[in-house]
DNA sequence: GGGCTATAGTTGACTACGCAAACAACTCTA
DNA sequence: TAGAGTTGTTTGCGTAGTCAACTATAGCCC
């Protein structure tokens, strides 16, 4: 187990470290979770992932390759595929989440009280592409 | 001139073609500009920019070559050496700032009431690095 | 002094991601 | 229904920035 991530890198060294993916590749798997059927089409996912087109292709590249996710093709529409989440994607973002979401916490718990942290939640839950969920981790103290 | 940012892509772009700066090139000529003597170790910096030390050296090459920037060693520590602004970066920075601070301001008024930008900017102000100081662009409206 | 350990910085190899260009498929309009 | 424009995706190439390994200096303690 890794010391206290106190910055951004850290975090994602630990991600990596523990569960083999990188920032992205878990933001991808979270979103997936959290869209209708598991599944989002690229171009939906890359807005909400602040990435470009190629970004996500070479993103789900990866992702596909582990088996976490699966390429669908559309039906009415043979320009789109879907990013679908796999079983072994569910279980492998449920492993890496309580650790990583655990671990953003506290980095902001370094910084902000816990008023400030929902202020701040508040307002940056306005931004596009934002999920206003609050997500309880289980397994958090 | 491009279309109104609404992604800080778009923002970095917009430094690119104009100013010829990457959005960290743009951010270490920022930081030096508010240091004492217009300088600082690299190390500084690096914390500052949230950056690798190699990171810095890479950035740094880059802003040297252009003038902007000087490698100035310290005499009482021959292991550091300071990020000395220049003339020349100075000036660059003034050329850039005016239009880039606009363009963030009012990429948070796409998102955000002015309350909200005012609470945002006090909460985002106690995070490390941050600098606590109001700098007004005169050319702005 | 000679040997530790810590700190500052650089370099080589690698990776994530952007941009531009290409291509395919869809949707208009005439 | 041919053409034009739009949208979704992929690919080639370039670049910013990471990590790991290294060098050089500093400060410590015997």
């Known amino acids: 187990m890794r010391a206290q991530a106190t910055t951004k890198r850290e975090l994602a060294a630990a991600l990596h470290d523990e569960h083999g993916l990188t920032m992205?590749?878990?933001?991808?798997?979270y979103v997936l979770a959290r869209a209708d059927g598991l599944r989002l089409k690229r171009v939906e996912l890359a807005e909400r992932l602040v990435l470009t087109p190629s970004g996500i292709t070479r993103l789900l590249e990866g992702?596909?390759?582990?088996?976490?996710?699966?390429?669908?093709?559309?039906?009415?529409?043979?320009?789109?595929?879907?990013?679908?989440?796999?079983?072994?994607?569910?279980?492998?973002?449920?492993?890496?989440?309580?650790?990583?979401?655990?671990?953003?916490?506290?980095?902001?718990?370094?910084?902000?009280?816990?008023?400030?942290?929902?202020?701040?939640?508040?307002l940056l839950g306005k931004l596009p592409g934002a999920l206003d969920e609050d997500q309880a981790c289980p397994t958090d103290g």
Request: overall charge negative; charged content about 30%.
């Open 63 to 122: 992702l596909e390759a582990e088996g976490y996710v699966e390429k669908v093709s559309c039906e009415t529409d043979l320009r789109v595929s879907y990013a679908q989440l796999t079983d072994a994607g569910v279980e492998k973002l449920e492993q890496a989440s309580c650790g990583h979401t655990g671990s953003i916490r506290s980095l902001f718990e370094q910084h902000f009280s816990e008023d400030e942290i929902e202020t701040l939640a508040e």
């Open 24 to 29: 992205s590749a878990y933001e991808a798997l």
